[in-house]
């Protein structure tokens, strides 16, 4: 059989193949004469399988001619001395165990299922339907089901006055090695008395930015996850919070649906521009009302301007009153709906919107032209598929338009550059944030 010294040098190979992560077990038995070693990836075995048939066989064998026969006797059993088959099996779940001159590979893959639920934060209507859970080893069975590769790198850590487990997820031989130093620093640097979910780690690496758009992606989609790592990014998972942490995460990130990935390429650019116009009607609608209403009403067609005048002759205030009066109205609509139940949340927002439009047009407090443009600003924020970055977009508009008051079309303008300098000065672990269309970070 394989020599103590020879046990040790391929155990050490493996451990040093699948990066020294910590979810790589290596076992020792001993039995009055006869001994073995095994080693196995925790988060994608099964324990009980690990305990019934390897562990317990062990002790009540005789020798191990006896106990090379009792688990050859299972279908799920390979002999190898191939070091490349070995790995390739003990990615797939199978548990290497020492035998004479070969190493006997004995499947206990463990696949969590039942326990999966879909995700209720980023749907899609096509691809995977589970999401992370609030364990941490559920979380990593789920990883490391859908990303079988032996570079894939995972550092536990432990965060707060309790200890949280905390894992770290890479690729090792694609990551972002700029962004992981700067995550390391951060690290090191956070207080011990500081929160353990995975919102207090969050706000606290993303600090240092100042800024009111996230540089870190929240995620509960174990694809995005796994999108992401292929990507060379980093990943980050708490026990306790059924989201994951993504950086570097840029501007694009935001933009971006799973949905893209399993949809024809045409198809998937063809919604992103549809985000981005989403994104540009929401953000400058309101103030180019108010502007070309209050300062340059010229720039509409004659029939137009007098349309909107006309619907505006009982409207007893300014045009940017009206605006910010029914912006305020959709805000407290949007958020009382998420704090209702699921069921009746989309029914009395939608009845509520309705009915108050129609009530304050009727009443002569607002134009019908004002309930046209609120209602096309709140559906167009809808389609920024990243909630984080849809709370940025809808406090971005603000400032635009309290601009436009001032300065007409001008201010509108002068906003719109200098939020785009505001923006292209972030930087998410080192990445410019308008870094758009990048698909891969360079890894030096």
């Not at 859908?146 to 487990?165: A, C, D, H, M, V």
């Not at 972030?426 to 990048?438: E, K, N």
């Amino acid at each position: 059989m394989f020599s103590e010294e020879e046990t040790l040098k391929i155990a050490s190979w493996l451990k040093d193949t699948l990066q020294n992560s910590f979810d790589i077990a290596f076992r020792h038995l001993e039995s009055h004469e006869i001994k073995t070693d095994f080693l196995y990836i925790t988060s994608i075995c099964d324990p009980l399988i690990i305990k019934k048939n390897i562990i317990t066989s062990f002790f009540r064998s005789k020798d191990l001619q006896e106990y090379r026969n009792y688990l050859i006797s299972f279908d799920k059993s390979l002999e190898s001395t191939d070091r490349q088959v070995i790995l390739n099996k003990l990615l797939q779940g199978a548990v290497a165990i020492f035998l004479d001159n070969t190493v006997l590979l004995f499947d206990a893959e463990y696949f969590l299922e039942s326990s999966i639920t879909a995700s209720q934060i980023e749907t899609v209507i096509q691809g995977p339907k589970d999401s992370l859970r609030e364990k941490l080893d559920t979380n990593l069975n789920i990883i490391r089901q859908r990303y079988s590769k032996k570079s894939l790198k995972i550092e536990l850590r432990q965060f707060g006055t309790l200890n949280t487990p905390t894992a770290i997820i890479y690729d090792n031989s694609i990551v972002n090695n700029e962004a992981l130093n700067e995550l390391q620093i951060c690290l090191q640097k956070l207080p011990k008395e500081y929160g353990e979910p995975v919102q207090h780690l969050h706000k606290y690496l993303m600090k240092h930015n100042s800024s009111i758009f996230p540089t870190i992606l929240l995620t509960d989609r174990p694809d995005r996850i796994v999108t992401s790592l292929n990507e060379g990014k980093i990943s980050i998972i708490i026990e306790g919070s059924p989201f994951a942490m993504i950086l570097p995460s840029v501007f694009f990130d935001f933009m971006s649906s799973m949905e893209d990935v399993y949809q024809l390429p045409s198809i998937s650019k063809s919604l992103l521009i549809l985000r981005y116009l989403g994104l540009f009607i929401a953000v400058t609608l309101p103030g180019f009302y108010v502007g070309i209403t209050s300062y340059n009403p010229e720039l509409f067609k004659f029939q137009l301007a007098l349309s909107i005048a006309g619907n505006r002759v009982s409207v007893p205030y300014s045009s940017f009153i009206e605006v910010i009066c029914m912006l305020l109205m959709t805000e407290i609509l949007s958020e009382s709906s998420s704090r209702l139940p699921k069921m009746v949340g989309p029914a009395a927002t939608t009845v509520g919107g309705l009915i108050i439009g129609q009530a304050a047009s009727e009443a002569g407090l607002i134009s019908n032209i004002m309930v046209i443009i609120v209602s096309a600003v709140a559906i167009s924020t809808f389609l920024i598929p990243v909630n984080s970055f849809n709370y940025s977009i809808r406090i971005i508009k603000y400032p635009l338009l309290i601009l436009s008051i001032f300065f007409g079309l001008n201010g509108i303008i002068v906003g719109i550059i200098a939020v785009t300098l505001y923006i292209s000065n972030i930087r998410s672990f080192g990445r410019p944030y308008l870094q758009l269309f990048s698909k891969k970070f360079p890894t030096k």
